[in-house]
């Protein structure tokens, strides 16, 4: 997702607007067992390696809104609704 800027045309007095229009190559350096982890979670899962970061990405930029709400992340017993696990991370704990 790569922001391009839109001209907002002369003699309008208001900036340029953003829109994501283009995929974003984007390269990261993560430990060998994660790396594993995530090609073969998206083999099992029949999607793109692509795919399985944009997913896990958005649920991430999810789990960041909600904890600038206050909220917590948990998966819930399906058989009693009652919190089984909170998720965190060093990152949402410092938020």
Known sequence: ?????????AGHGSPPALF???????????PDNRGNAAVQLADELGLSRSQLID????LF??????VRRGRRLVT?????????CELATPTLSAL
Do not use: Y
């Not at 930029?61 to 909600?66: C, F, I, M, T």
């Open 1 to 9: 997702m790569r922001a391009a800027k839109q001209s907002a045309g």
């Open 61 to 66: 930029l999810k789990a960041v809104v909600e």
């Open 76 to 84: 819930l017993d399906p058989r009693s609704s009652q919190p089984a």
């Open 20 to 30: 994501f229009a283009f995929p974003m190559r984007l390269e990261a350096t993560i």
């Open 55 to 58: 997913e896990a990405l958005a």
